[in-house]
């Protein structure tokens, strides 16, 4: 038997912080990306992001952050962007995960956020809450 072949996916911001400070499905989805279940396509300017959120949010999490992310960048792939320019998300922030998915070659992206939500597919993207693609993953 064949094995399937473990899918690409980028995680929005919003899905890590709730991951690290909430848990429940998207720290689910965390568990899948540490035990290697599921390909992580990122990028330095998500990072930055994710640093920026958790500071001005959640900053009684901030000292986390630094193992969060030195185990994103050894687990994942950080891509660099430059290939693609997006602009179909109502929230221009949001257009920068859809072109790290394209540069990654990822299928899905995992998100909470009503604006990339709305979208569900561009391209051969899935645009996805958690939920639903831990249903997909099981």
């Known amino acids: 038997m064949v094995p399937t072949p473990r899918p690409r996916v980028v995680i929005d ?3 890590w912080i709730s991951g690290l400070v909430f848990g429940g499905l998207p720290g ?3 568990k899948h990306f540490i035990s290697g279940d599921i390909i992580v396509i990122t990028s330095e300017e998500n990072l930055s992001e994710l640093r920026r959120k958790v500071h ?3 900053p009684l999490f901030a000292p986390q952050l630094p193992i969060l992310e030195a185990s994103i960048k050894e687990l994942a792939i950080v ?3 430059g290939t693609y320019s997006v602009n179909i998300s109502r929230d221009v922030d949001d257009n920068r995960f859809i072109e790290t ?3 990654g070659a990822a299928s ?3 998100s909470g956020d009503k604006d990339l939500l709305v979208l569900k597919t561009y391209q051969k993207l899935t645009i996805i809450k958690p939920a639903d693609f831990l249903k997909i993953l099981s």
Do not use: E
């Open 101 to 103: 998915a394209l540069t």
């Open 79 to 81: 891509v660099k962007l």
């Open 56 to 58: 001005q949010k959640f």
């Open 28 to 30: 689910k989805i965390i």
């Open 13 to 15: 911001t919003n899905v």
């Open 108 to 110: 899905y992206i995992i």
